[in-house]
């Protein structure tokens, strides 16, 4: 049983939320502030019940050790604008300037300590994370895991400071812990699953765990060219790996024998470079000309996917079908993200490019049951496999 920050009592407690703030830049300016925006229930929740909240997070991958490109100043002011009030952000992960930061906070306010990626004790080993735990538990009263992103993760943020002080799983965590239960072991059906995204090899874990599960499983992306060609189809020059045919083809099978519906795209917007004033045209998926590459699925696959798609009493999405980033290359995303606001039912963005891609173009965000913040997590979780961040949370 994972507890909720319901269950403590946070006023005049340092209550620290990990936070997952690792925000794309550019030119030092945030260009999709979703996850910062994401954290903002859990936040608001501690600061309005009297707790003073310090956010941990990180934003990138730096070295264990401080760049000025990686600190989380935008990020912190960025919150602070969200939050109406100034976030103050310490100059380090846990030394003289958080140990001042958090004993200047009074009850409401929210601070921020600096990228804890900047500290090599974070992504250390168990004895180096365990040491950089103490040392904010030291500063502390409260845990509280709201960075659904780095669950995956044994890092001392995410794992060892939960082992330290009392916790609980914020309000973003506990909505996606629930979500992703729900799908994997009990979701209405029809369910259908759409996969996409560049490769097969990345998906191959999470089609094993879900297809004894599923009803429908529509697949698109640079991923759907290693299935036509398990088929026997030509695919020209696009995407393709050719050491996952073989697994590609026992998937078609089993999926065969256990009466899912695999559904793959009819017809391939292809161009003839990978550039976005390219040449393209609209051709069979079955006989991909020479020398030209799939982009995005057809109109005809459209049509396919959207009826597919209206009648499931739950849908998840994870992974583009094509390169969504480019106009001429985008509808087949779109259409999928379109059918899935008008349906009824369960309907789950699983984060990643898929959650950039609802964000980029313009779709209503509130118009799905659920848009997860984690990437890699998403997957892992849908790969049927422990999260090491949500483990730590269970209480015996």
Known sequence: MIRGIDDLEVSGK??????DLNVPLEAGAI??????????????????????VVVLAHLGRPKGTPE??????????????LLGSQVRLA?????????ETIAALANGQIAMLE??????????????????????????????????????????????LANELPHAAGLLVKAEADVFAKVLSNPERPYAVVLGGSKVSDKLKVIDNLISNVDRLLIGGGMCF??????????GASLLETDQIENVKEILDRAKKLNVEIVLPTDIVVADTFAADAKTQIVSAEKIPDGWMGFDIGPDSIANFETRLADAKT????????????????AGTKAVAVAMTKNSGMT???GGDSAAAVRLLGIDEAAFSHISTGGGASLEYLEGKKLPGLSVLEDN
């Open 14 to 19: 340092v209550v620290f939320v990990r936070c």
């Open 31 to 52: 260009t999709d502030d979703g996850r910062i925006r994401a954290s903002l229930p859990t936040l608001k929740n501690l600061a309005d019940r009297g707790a003073r």
């Open 68 to 81: 000025a490109k990686y600190s989380l100043a935008p990020a912190a002011l960025r919150l602070g604008e």
């Open 91 to 99: 100059s380090d992960v846990c030394g003289t300037s958080a140990q």
């Open 115 to 160: 990228n804890v990626r900047f500290d090599a004790r974070e992504t250390g080993d168990a004895n180096a994370r365990q040491e950089l735990a103490k040392a904010w538990a030291k500063l502390g009263d409260l845990y509280v895991s709201d960075g659904f992103g780095v669950v995956h993760r044994e890092q001392a943020s995410v794992t060892d």
């Open 226 to 235: 290693t299935f036509l060609a398990a088929k026997g189809y030509s695919v």
């Open 315 to 330: 849908i998840m999405w994870n992974g583009p079908m094509g390169v969504f980033e480019m106009p001429a290359f985008a």
């Open 348 to 350: 789950v963005v699983g």
